[in-house]
């Protein structure tokens, strides 16, 4: 066994927990345990996932969501315990990894395209079916 | 000087707590270590253990070594370290035993010392956080200097000597560092691996002590006992 597949043996427990599959672009609720004295509760945070970050347990997503006219982003670690689960609410399409460029559009153009729109220009297919 | 065992650093992750926070963990490869000579106060006028780490091949090795070593029934080692022992403990160890990262398995708190990694010749800004000079007013071509480093007043009486053991610029890193109680996370004894809490000094693949704490302040003393009732 080499030396990266020691390291990684040492949390493999958490890495191997389950996730749905969250590309960035992707609209995701992110349901977050909130420890108040002895009561826990969830907390929903959605956004858009705008990068990943790392391998393994190291992995980091910042998601961005507007509150009040004002852009919130948050960088959870991935396989937190924290983190009770991830729901994707809608795929986009996204053409790079790193969305940083969100930061600065405003209005509308702050939307991403559908990921079911983008077979929107394939060749061949009947109108009905674009 | 304690028990003390010699591994390898592996390289570092991080582990989640029951309680979801993230710890940042250094992986250690301890072990395993074998007893290469034991010498006593009749013998040698003092107690203490020698202990043999890593496989060495014998071509590479000296025959002094491979000859010291076969007498504890193993092959010539790459690394060996001596420990001092107390009065009566000597009757723990005998030639040849192997030492595991078990032996480590009592505390929950270990010194581990290593030799830290080269940063090469370096100016006094940083070897030794000085402030460095002002970027303009007047200052040139020494923005990054340490000043002046004595005068007429110094602790060796007047004259033109510096202060002993001021700081300057110069060789910085590549030494022997020790990190103090550093918390034990996890004990793996299959495959001899220890999980310590934080970072431990040198590069990845190189060779550290881990040795029982030298001493605790009051906090870890305490959880030290609850460890080990």
Redesign the interface.
């Known amino acids: 066994m080499g030396t990266q597949q020691i390291i990684e043996s040492i949390n493999a427990e958490v890495v191997s927990r389950e996730l749905p599959r969250m590309d960035v672009g992707d609209t995701i609720n992110v349901h977050c345990r909130i420890v108040e004295g002895d009561k826990e509760r969830i907390q929903i945070f959605q956004g858009v996932l705008i990068a990943r970050k790392g391998r393994g347990a190291n992995e980091m997503i910042t998601v961005r969501r507007i509150v009040n006219d004002q852009g919130v982003e948050r960088v959870f670690p991935l396989y937190s315990p924290r983190i009770a689960n991830y729901e994707v609410v809608r795929r986009a399409d996204a053409r790079r990894s790193k969305l940083y460029f969100l930061r600065d559009r405003q209005g509308k153009s702050r939307r991403l395209r559908d990921r079911r729109r983008g077979i929107k220009h394939v060749k061949g297919l009947p109108i009905a079916q674009r | 000087m304690p028990l003390t065992l010699l591994g390898t650093k592996?390289?570092?992750?991080?582990?989640?707590t029951?309680?979801?926070a993230?710890v940042p963990?250094t992986?250690i490869?301890v072990g395993p270590c074998v007893v290469t000579q034991v010498k006593t106060n009749e013998t040698d006028g003092y107690d203490s253990v020698q202990i043999g780490y890593g496989e060495s091949k014998a071509r590479t090795s000296t025959i002094p070594v491979i000859g010291h070593d076969a007498k504890a029934q193993t092959g010539p080692k790459k690394h060996h370290r001596e420990f001092r022992l107390h009065e009566g403990e000597i009757g723990q160890f005998e030639l040849g035993q192997t030492l595991t990262v078990e032996a480590l398995k009592p505390f929950m708190f270990v010194d581990v010392s290593g030799t830290s990694k080269g940063k090469g010749f370096q100016g006094v800004m940083k070897r030794h956080n000085f402030a460095g000079q002002e970027a303009s007013h007047g200052v040139e071509r020494k923005h990054r200097s340490g000043g002046s480093i004595g005068g007429h007043a110094t602790n060796r009486g007047t004259g033109p000597k510096p202060k002993k053991g001021k700081k300057m610029a110069g060789q910085m890193g590549n030494e022997r560092i020790t990190v103090r109680s550093v918390e034990v996370m996890?004990i793996d004894e299959e495959?001899g691996?220890l999980?310590v809490k934080g970072a431990i000094p040198g590069h990845?693949?190189s060779t550290v002590e881990i040795r029982q704490p030298s001493r605790l302040y009051r906090s870890k003393t305490r959880r030290q006992a609850e460890h080990a009732s």
């Open positions: 592996l390289g570092m992750t991080r582990v989640f029951d309680t979801g993230s963990v992986v490869q996890q495959r691996l999980v990845n693949k």
